[in-house]
């Protein structure tokens, strides 16, 4: 019951907006409004003064979800800003229009204004008129808008993409406020797909930024999302103490919204740590009434609820029933609320003796189930190809401007042939050698693209073997629980079972494709941060930490992967060793465990091994395997490099 609870509770800090505005905000709004207004009237004849009142507008109306108006002036400042070259602005109005068009669920209108704004933010870099704190300023707020686009959509990988790009721009130009924001929105999004690993650090750097600037209102929403974190990883006293700092901060500035989350948590946190139902029942209820106030369906439906939850855990059957049924009725439109309110009915017609009312609501949470986990990976193939064809399209630009320079430079070869005959063999000798080097540039491009397709292939590989087997697996055990009686069912705990690990593969394979951490802080960092997640796996450390050609770094990140995972599932090894040494010219990975073992000289060494040997080989490295059965594994793979890399990665 307690993770039921918690399984709703997770959605809200990642769903919820800010439907009200207080008093006092909405009081120097309408006067900031009313002064703007006034200046309008009078008709001022100054463009400038004429396009700054258009923008403020804008914003005024844009902050209070007053869209038709927003665009109204936002157009209007369009127009005025092209005709007075005011790129800042124009980028800063499209950027604005795309945000209202988000809000009211226009997808394809936002992204176009959203195109819009970045195409005006080339041309204001090119004129080089503002500072480039300034650019990126302005920069960094279309990638978190189009960030915040992808995230509506439920597309995390994309979103992460850019909420890192907004990132890296306002840490470059210390702008400490944005980049407050855009770390939290990072720490949402990864709670979202519940990688609490990572939804913990972003939220932890948040909070220390804000406690440096002084920055209350974003620390009260860092402390809000660790909440839900520590909540999750079942340490309720952190759970508690980081959701009661983030209600005092709230009190002092009133946000009735998340005043409305940090409740709920603190119902379930009471609940889940020491029983107390007193408590919880005293929170869930402040929240419902919130909820009421607010006049947000889900959120009276989600408190609602939690006082079903409540009800079930004093044991009082009938109320818990009639709660959860208020619930539905109130708002059935978040699928995974739905599973938990079928899940309540079903235990709460058990209590009560039920049967067949039990059964009915038991079938309901389990087509419920088996609806949201196809949802979900329909979801994550769905990203899969978002990310594919963005990949396409960047390869047939670069070919495209392959193919611009080779006319180019046939054009100079052409009119020097027309001045001087001596130049034209000159241009012709030139333009023999960088036609080889095209194709020489065009034959490394085809292997590059071969590569991906074979990292594809491994991926199908890997979702059609892991998840495909367990999601059949769960399939027949959902069918054999539906021929028991309320018995002990232990077909449909096994599914529940599967379906975890399913979950769990899945976000694993996601990880494995787009390893963020890795392409942020290198590779001594993420294989150390790797190893301290898996048990009894140590990481041993020599050398200087300094970063190298991002696709070898990347190459031995994955190839840790899959010996460690190897180690744990194939080798049943209950200690793993994992050592990495960087020099100047020299990198070496060692692997070790005191698992069962294996002859290295039989032909039927498995498909990762060999697919690890033929990475290895590509850039020229070492790969060798000791191992003997019952006598444990130790893999060592070595690239000698030259003295030079070093520099070249730092780039990246």
């Not at 005025?80 to 795309?98: H, M, R, S, V, W």
């Not at 720490?187 to 406690?211: H, M, P, S, V």
């Not at 046939?410 to 080097?437: D, E, P």
């Not at 194709?439 to 590989?461: C, P, S």
Request: charged share 25%; with cysteine.
């Amino acid at each position: 019951m307690k993770q039921t609870i918690l399984n709703v509770i997770l959605t809200l800090l990642c769903t919820a907006r800010l439907y009200t505005q207080n008093i006092e905000y909405s009081d120097l709004h309408n006067r900031k409004v009313d002064s703007l207004q006034q200046i309008l009237k009078a008709n001022p004849t100054e463009k400038t003064k004429l396009l700054d009142v258009y923008w403020n507008l804008s914003w005024c109306y844009l902050k209070v979800d007053d869209y038709e108006n927003m665009k109204e002036y936002a157009s209007k400042g369009v127009a005025l800003a092209e005709k007075t070259g005011n790129l800042y602005i124009l980028a800063d109005l499209y950027n604005n229009i795309g945000v209202a068009y988000d809000y009211v669920s226009k997808i394809d209108s936002a992204m176009l204004y959203f195109d819009k704004a970045q195409e005006t933010v080339v041309r204001l870099e090119k004129s080089a008129v503002e500072k480039p704190e300034k650019i990126a300023n302005i920069k960094g707020f279309i990638y978190g808008s189009i960030a915040n686009l992808y995230s509506v959509q439920g597309k995390s990988q994309e979103a992460l993409r850019y909420y890192f790009k907004a990132l890296d721009l306002f840490e470059k130009y210390h702008i400490d406020n944005e980049m407050a924001n855009v770390l939290g929105n990072i720490g949402a999004t990864y709670l979202d797909i519940d990688n609490y690993e990572q939804a913990e650090i972003y939220f932890l750097i948040k909070e220390k930024l804000c406690r440096k600037t002084g920055n209350q209102p974003n620390l009260a929403h860092s402390l809000a999302g660790l909440g839900y974190v520590y909540l999750y990883k079942k340490d309720y006293t952190k759970a508690r103490l980081a959701v009661e700092e983030a209600i005092g901060i709230y009190k002092s500035d009133p946000q009735p919204a998340n005043l409305l989350s940090c409740h709920q948590c603190l119902s379930s946190v009471w609940l889940m740590e020491s029983g107390n139902d007193v408590k919880a029942m005293e929170y869930a209820s402040l929240a419902l009434q919130e909820a009421k106030e607010l006049d947000i369906p889900l959120e009276v439906s989600r408190s609602l609820l939690l006082k079903s939850e409540i009800y079930l855990f004093r044991k009082n059957y009938a109320i818990a029933e009639k709660t959860a049924l208020e619930a539905l009725q109130t708002d059935s439109t978040h699928l995974p609320s739905n599973q938990i309110l079928y899940e309540c009915l079903a235990k709460a017609n058990i209590g009560m003796g039920n049967v067949d009312m039990a059964n009915f609501w038991f079938d309901r949470h389990k087509q419920s189930q088996i609806t949201y986990s196809n949802m979900n990976f329909q979801l994550q193939l769905s990203e899969m190809e978002v990310k594919y064809e963005t990949e396409k399209k960047e390869t047939q630009i670069a070919m495209l401007e392959n193919e611009k320079r080779l006319i180019i430079l046939l054009s100079i070869a052409i009119g020097a042939v027309l001045m001087l005959a001596l130049a034209a063999f000159f241009f012709l000798w030139r333009w023999t050698v960088q036609k080889k080097r095209l194709d020489e540039h065009r034959i490394a491009t085809q292997a590059v693209l071969d590569g991906e397709v074979q990292e594809r292939t491994r991926l199908a590989r890997d979702l059609h073997d892991g998840l495909g087997s367990m999601l059949a697996s769960i399939k027949v055990n959902l069918q054999n629980a539906k021929r028991e009686i309320l018995g002990e069912s232990k077909h449909y705990s096994l599914a529940i079972n599967i379906l975890d690990d399913s979950m769990k593969e899945l976000r694993r394979i996601a990880h494995h494709l787009m390893p963020e951490l890795l392409m942020r802080c290198g590779l001594k960092t993420s294989l150390e941060t790797f190893c301290q997640s898996i048990p009894n796996t140590e990481f041993y450390y020599f050398g200087e930490d300094t970063r190298f050609d991002s696709k070898l770094e990347t190459l031995i990140y994955r190839s840790a992967h899959e010996l460690i995972y190897n180690a744990l599932k194939h080798a049943e090894a209950s200690q793993t060793n994992v050592q990495l040494i960087q020099e100047s010219e020299r990198i070496s990975l060692t692997v070790q465990d005191n698992g069962k073992g294996f002859d290295p000289s039989r032909k039927t060494v498995g498909m990762g091994l060999n697919n690890i040997r033929q990475r290895v080989a590509v850039f020229n490295g070492e790969f060798c395997i000791s191992s003997e059965l019952g006598n444990g594994t130790e893999i060592n793979m070595e690239f000698h490099l030259n003295p030079d890399s070093n520099d070249k990665s730092n780039n990246h």
